[in-house]
């Protein structure tokens, strides 16, 4: 219970009951109209999100004497050296057919820049409203509300692209990322300031926001987000209409007495959701199937958790999946760049960023929890805190600085807890919820930590995730090695529909050339196995749905793949498969250095900077396999992506052509039975080669170290000597 204490301190802190339940379950009531429980805890007086009434007097002493001192003073620096004297921009136009079915290359970039210039707006607005609130100069105040009150002058005909380039731009119809960017922000900024508008001024914003509001409201149940189940499919959630949920509500509570009706159904269409239906991505575990970028996603539903936790709701961050979450990052994501599964921005690999690593702090001062702080310790990007970036890269940003200030200050009175060492947690992770498995050799020391990332999912290759199942990642000693191959420009470009989302690009498998089907609800995994003893960690993932959708009815009867993590050093992987007629396999390895194959030992050498990794294929029965490394993307990256001129949404490395080794058995068979194993080694070659064979059905492992292992593997049982 101690490590909830500080959700009660927080409770007292903005004037809540000290009667408050600690972490209370979730209200079971039935989600109709007039439910008391949905409105119990909503103020009485605005304004009600941002900074609430009666709290200004204490987030002027955050922001001058407080922790919030020198974030507060970057902002003001930036807003007065670049964004006082700014001119309001001209609204985007349209720009043709929006369906990113229909995108390419040039209709990204202008679909990306409507989306800057809302951002801009947007946070011109915010940082206006909090400096004035700040510091009381009406300067800062007469910029917010000139671009509040300009940004209600934007068309939301989005339909109207079909007569050519013109207003519309804006509407959540047309361009929903440049919808989001206003909306996600605006009415709060109203709710902050709306005293210091006239009468007439509040009939136009309010005009705008009436419609824009329930634009957007329709369009998010159009998304299917009343449908939705948590931790499932079932109702075949919408990534995007998901994102926007934390937004909706809060854009209810801001405008609580200006459009009564509307913002109570806003309200109560996000409360419901987060408290019956929250997550879709994921469960109790704290996955996220879409992947570890993605999980990014978090963070902006955690604005909506925040507005709960400032009017004391016991709702507030009161699921296991709040306490679990910061876990996925934990055991996915080292600090160190490296690939992941699921979509990646751009130069398509991943660290911990600062980011991610503030919202983990505050998240740890709501749960208390040790353990993220030890990982927030970790990162090893040089930024500056992102509460203290100031106001610069305003068009891309979000979170922006200004938001970071206000969750800080949101938990500023709770204590940072102490570390606790990463050490003491179990090595290794299975997240039932989305069907993956981490294991690690150190977790918590990146430097001397072997990774291995295996995914079997339940949510297919649908949405962001791709056509990877049974697909593993192994990162060792700081150098990522066997990697998730591919890049994504923007959504659904050429390379990323034709390589990214393919099998092929995976370390995986490939039966007669086919893999599984991409953006399909039906190409799922299921890990069936999850089992540790002192010497392993095992898990069995079962990918037999995930083939079938490529394969004629009745072809492909079982697809299964062990990964054996032995001592915590090196890494074992039987496949089986058992096709109804005979086919045949092609094993699968991708890295960013050239692959090295010898023929005659199947043997693949992957030569990193800092480590290696050798691979040994082994058959039971002598096995004839055609070696091919491909030095090409079958659909090239987008040129002036590959040539460094564009950065999209965060560069996360450099573009470049990989490595990919194609393994391909010369015979046909109905049943194949595959082992691979793989050394990572520091610091170059091993001293002693790895040999491996099969003997009567037992694995033996001659390792470079100089041990011998003796691996039998059962369906579910192991035996190692």
Same mark, same amino acid.
């Given at each position: 219970?101690?490590?909830?204490?500080?959700?009660?301190?927080?409770?007292?802190?903005?004037?809540?009951?000290?009667?408050?339940?600690?972490?209370?379950?979730? !209200?079971?009531?039935?989600?109709?109209?007039?439910?008391?429980?949905?409105?119990?805890?909503?103020?009485?007086?605005?304004?009600? &999100?941002?900074?609430?009434?009666?709290?200004?007097?204490?987030?002027?002493?955050?922001?001058?004497?407080?922790?919030?001192?020198?974030?507060?003073?970057?902002?003001?620096?930036?807003?007065?050296?670049?964004?006082?004297?700014?001119?309001?921009?001209?609204?985007?136009?349209?720009? %043709?057919?929006?369906?990113?079915?229909?995108?390419?290359?040039?209709?990204?970039?202008?679909?990306?820049?409507?989306?800057?210039?809302?951002?801009?707006?947007?946070?011109?607005?915010?940082? %206006?409203?909090?400096?004035?609130?700040?510091? +009381?100069?009406?300067?800062?105040?007469?910029?917010?509300?000139?671009?509040?009150?300009?940004?209600?002058?934007?068309?939301?005909?989005?339909?109207?692209?079909?007569?050519?380039?013109?207003?519309?731009?804006?509407?959540?119809?047309?361009?929903?990322?440049?919808?989001?960017?206003?909306?996600?922000?605006?009415?709060?900024?109203?709710?902050?300031?709306?005293?210091?508008? &006239?009468?007439?001024?509040?009939?136009?914003?309010?005009?705008?926001?009436?419609?824009?509001?329930?634009?957007?409201?329709?369009?998010?149940?159009?998304?299917?987000?009343?449908?939705?189940?948590?931790?499932?499919?079932?109702?075949?959630?919408?990534?995007?209409?998901?994102?926007?949920?934390?937004?909706?509500?809060?854009?209810?509570?801001?405008?609580?007495?200006?459009?009564?009706?509307?913002?109570?159904?806003?309200?109560?269409?996000?409360?419901?959701?987060?408290?019956?239906?929250?997550?879709?991505?994921? %469960?109790?575990?704290?996955?996220? +199937?879409?992947?570890?970028?993605?999980?990014?996603?978090?963070?902006?539903?955690?604005?909506?958790?925040?507005?709960?936790?400032?009017?004391?709701?016991?709702?507030?961050?009161?699921?296991?999946?709040?306490?679990?979450?910061?876990?996925?990052?934990?055991?996915?994501?080292?600090?160190?760049?490296?690939?992941?599964? %699921?979509?990646?921005?751009?130069?398509?690999?991943?660290?911990?960023?600062?980011?991610?690593?503030?919202?983990?702090?505050?998240?740890?001062?709501?749960?208390?929890?040790?353990?993220?702080?030890?990982?927030?310790?970790?990162?090893?990007?040089?930024?500056?805190?992102?509460?203290?970036?100031?106001?610069? #890269?305003?068009?891309?940003?979000?979170?922006?600085?200004?938001?970071?200030?206000?969750?800080?200050?949101?938990?500023?009175?709770?204590?940072? !807890?102490?570390?606790?060492?990463?050490?003491?947690?179990?090595?290794?992770?299975?997240?039932? #919820?989305?069907?993956?498995?981490?294991?690690?050799?150190?977790?918590?020391?990146?430097?001397?930590?072997?990774?291995?990332?295996?995914?079997?999912?339940?949510?297919?290759?649908?949405?962001?995730?791709?056509? #990877?199942?049974?697909?593993?990642?192994?990162?060792?000693?700081?150098?990522?090695?066997?990697?998730?191959?591919?890049?994504?420009?923007?959504?659904?470009?050429?390379?990323?529909?034709?390589?990214?989302?393919?099998?092929?690009?995976?370390?995986?498998?490939?039966?007669?050339?086919?893999?599984?089907?991409?953006?399909?609800?039906?190409?799922?995994?299921?890990?069936?196995?999850?089992?540790?003893? !002192?010497?392993? &960690?095992?898990?069995?993932?079962?990918?037999?749905?995930?083939?079938?959708?490529?394969?004629?009815?009745?072809?492909?009867?079982?697809?299964?793949?062990?990964?054996?993590?032995?001592?915590?050093?090196?890494?074992?992987?039987?496949?089986?498969?058992?096709?109804?007629?005979?086919?045949?396999?092609?094993?699968?390895?991708?890295?960013?250095?050239?692959?090295?194959?010898?023929?005659?030992?199947?043997?693949?050498?992957?030569?990193?900077?800092?480590?290696?990794?050798?691979?040994?294929?082994?058959?039971?029965?002598?096995?004839?396999?055609?070696?091919?490394?491909? &030095?090409?993307?079958?659909?090239?990256?987008?040129?002036?992506?590959?040539?460094?001129?564009?950065?999209?949404?965060?560069?996360?490395?450099?573009?470049?052509?990989?490595?990919?080794?194609?393994?391909?058995?010369?015979?046909?068979?109905?049943?194949?039975?595959?082992?691979?194993?793989?050394?990572?080694?520091?610091?170059?070659?091993?001293?002693?080669?790895?040999?491996?064979?099969?003997?009567?059905?037992?694995?033996?492992?001659?390792?470079? #170290?100089?041990?011998?292992?003796?691996?039998?593997? +059962?369906?579910?049982?192991?035996?190692?000597?």
């Amino acid at each position: 219970m101690s490590s909830f204490r500080p959700f009660l301190a927080a409770a007292l802190l903005v004037g809540a009951p000290a009667s408050l339940p600690l972490f209370a379950a979730a !209200p079971s009531v039935a989600s109709v109209p007039g439910d008391a429980t949905i409105f119990a805890h909503v103020p009485a007086t605005a304004p009600r &999100t941002l900074v609430p009434a009666g709290r200004v007097e204490a987030f002027r002493a955050y922001i001058t004497t407080g922790d919030g001192a020198v974030a507060f003073a970057r902002l003001k620096a930036d807003f007065d050296g670049e964004w006082i004297n700014f001119p309001f921009p001209p609204e985007p136009q349209t720009y %043709g057919d929006p369906e990113p079915k229909k995108r390419d290359t040039a209709k990204a970039d202008r679909w990306r820049a409507a989306q800057d210039v809302c951002g801009q707006v947007s946070g011109v607005a915010e940082a %206006g409203a909090l400096l004035w609130l700040g510091t +009381g100069d009406t300067r800062y105040l007469a910029k917010a509300k000139e671009f509040l009150l300009r940004s209600t002058e934007w068309s939301l005909d989005g339909e109207s692209w079909e007569k050519g380039p013109g207003p519309g731009a804006t509407d959540i119809y047309y361009n929903d990322e440049a919808h989001f960017r206003l909306w996600r922000k605006l009415p709060q900024v109203y709710d902050l300031i709306r005293g210091e508008l &006239t009468d007439a001024e509040r009939a136009r914003v309010l005009a705008h926001f009436r419609a824009r509001g329930e634009r957007s409201a329709a369009w998010i149940r159009q998304g299917r987000v009343e449908q939705a189940v948590k931790n499932s499919l079932a109702g075949k959630p919408a990534s995007h209409p998901i994102r926007f949920m934390a937004m909706t509500g809060l854009a209810g509570l801001a405008l609580w007495d200006d459009l009564s009706e509307q913002a109570r159904d806003w309200w109560q269409l996000s409360y419901t959701f987060y408290r019956d239906r929250f997550p879709s991505w994921g %469960g109790d575990d704290g996955g996220w +199937g879409e992947g570890i970028a993605y999980w990014r996603g978090v963070i902006e539903h955690a604005s909506f958790q925040d507005g709960l936790l400032t009017i004391g709701d016991p709702l507030a961050y009161n699921t296991p999946f709040w306490r679990n979450t910061p876990y996925f990052q934990i055991y996915n994501v080292q600090p160190y760049r490296h690939t992941g599964f %699921g979509d990646l921005s751009n130069a398509g690999k991943f660290d911990i960023e600062p980011r991610t690593a503030e919202f983990l702090m505050h998240l740890a001062r709501v749960t208390g929890d040790g353990h993220l702080v030890s990982y927030v310790g970790l990162m090893r990007n040089d930024n500056e805190k992102p509460a203290e970036a100031g106001l610069k #890269d305003l068009n891309r940003n979000y979170p922006t600085s200004a938001e970071f200030i206000l969750r800080n200050f949101a938990a500023a009175r709770l204590p940072v !807890p102490a570390p606790k060492p990463l050490t003491d947690l179990p090595p290794s992770r299975w997240f039932k #919820d989305v069907g993956w498995v981490s294991m690690h050799s150190t977790l918590g020391r990146p430097d001397d930590d072997i990774q291995v990332m295996f995914k079997s999912s339940p949510y297919g290759s649908f949405s962001h995730s791709h056509a #990877d199942q049974n697909a593993f990642i192994l990162n060792a000693y700081g150098e990522n090695l066997a990697i998730n191959s591919g890049y994504r420009e923007f959504h659904r470009s050429p390379h990323h529909k034709g390589w990214t989302w393919q099998t092929k690009s995976k370390n995986a498998l490939l039966i007669d050339g086919k893999g599984q089907a991409t953006q399909s609800m039906k190409a799922t995994g299921r890990i069936s196995v999850y089992d540790t003893g !002192p010497r392993y &960690t095992r898990t069995t993932g079962d990918a037999t749905a995930a083939y079938q959708t490529e394969q004629p009815e009745g072809r492909v009867k079982s697809v299964l793949r062990d990964l054996v993590f032995i001592d915590r050093r090196y890494l074992v992987i039987r496949d089986r498969v058992s096709l109804a007629a005979p086919g045949n396999l092609t094993w699968l390895l991708h890295a960013e250095r050239p692959i090295e194959w010898r023929a005659e030992e199947t043997t693949a050498l992957i030569r990193g900077e800092k480590a290696t990794l050798t691979t040994c294929l082994v058959t039971p029965e002598r096995v004839s396999w055609k070696g091919t490394v491909q &030095t090409k993307f079958d659909v090239p990256v987008d040129p002036k992506y590959a040539k460094g001129g564009m950065a999209g949404f965060g560069k996360t490395g450099a573009w470049g052509e990989q490595s990919h080794l194609l393994a391909e058995t010369e015979e046909a068979s109905a049943e194949h039975v595959v082992y691979a194993v793989l050394w990572p080694e520091r610091d170059g070659l091993p001293v002693r080669p790895l040999a491996a064979r099969v003997v009567s059905g037992r694995l033996q492992v001659a390792r470079p #170290d100089g041990k011998v292992d003796t691996l039998t593997l +059962g369906d579910s049982t192991l035996t190692l000597e």
